[in-house]
């Protein structure tokens, strides 16, 4: 069965570096693409950027001058970075996988709550 | 880029059908995917590639995509369909995904 976990802390101080770990069971990485998408509370679904396990990356043109993603297939992990943050930066922060555009994401992990505090 | 257009709010009493559109220019000429996500839940592809079911998911949910509007339509809606719902497509212009901004469909 595939999993996706995400993990790291659930409070982050203003100005310094988010960082999230996706761990990844019963498939290897090396086979998709990885994204992070976050989600405001009470708002919408929003596109971080995506990673292949060959480097591909492509960021969100809000977020590109903040966001660093990287892989560990040693660990199976996908790590997403996010400098310089603001409370505009708290979300709940998901991770996910698809195999190519036309397949969508077709598994989410569960999804941490990241609070950015002054 | 793409902007993803959809209604904040859609209402459909049980039994009856649901349809959830997302407006955007030429966006048939995209692939498009749907997902669904409860209360407190993390997001479930529902559709993808305008129309296919994803195994597991109920012949009750379908999709179609033209011109400037893709639909996803809900038959014979039952209150555990009551969520939130959002289009995604991937913008082969500058390389990066798209969500519409979500419906929150209510059962009545």
């Known amino acids: 069965q595939v999993q996706l976990q995400e993990s790291g802390p659930g409070l982050v101080t203003a100005s310094e570096t988010l960082s999230l770990t996706c761990s990844v069971s019963g498939v290897s990485i090396s086979s998709y693409y990885w994204s992070w998408v976050r989600q405001p509370a009470g708002k919408g679904l929003e596109w971080i950027g995506r990673i292949s396990v060959d480097g591909i990356t492509n960021f969100s043109p809000s977020l590109t001058t903040r966001v660093t993603m990287s892989v560990d297939t040693s660990k199976n992990q996908v790590s997403l970075k996010l400098r310089a943050v603001t409370a505009a930066d708290t979300a709940v922060y998901y991770c996910?996988?698809?195999?190519?555009?036309?397949?969508?994401?077709?598994?989410w992990g569960q999804g941490t709550l990241v609070t950015v505090s002054s | 880029s793409n902007v993803l257009t959809q209604p904040p709010s859609v209402s459909v009493a049980p039994g009856q059908t649901a349809s959830i559109t997302c407006g955007g220019s030429n966006i048939a000429s995209k692939i498009l995917h749907w997902y669904q996500q409860r209360p407190g839940q993390a997001p479930v592809l529902v559709i993808f590639?305008?129309?296919d079911r994803p195994p597991g998911i109920p012949e009750r949910f379908s999709g179609s995509n033209s011109g400037n509007m893709a639909t996803l339509t809900i038959s014979r809606v039952e209150a555990g369909d009551e969520a939130d719902y959002y289009c995604q497509v991937w913008d082969t212009d500058t390389d990066f995904w798209v969500f519409g901004g979500g419906t929150k469909l209510t059962v009545l």
């Open positions: 996910a996988k698809y195999g190519n555009v036309k397949g969508g994401f077709d598994l």
């Open positions: 590639d305008d129309s």
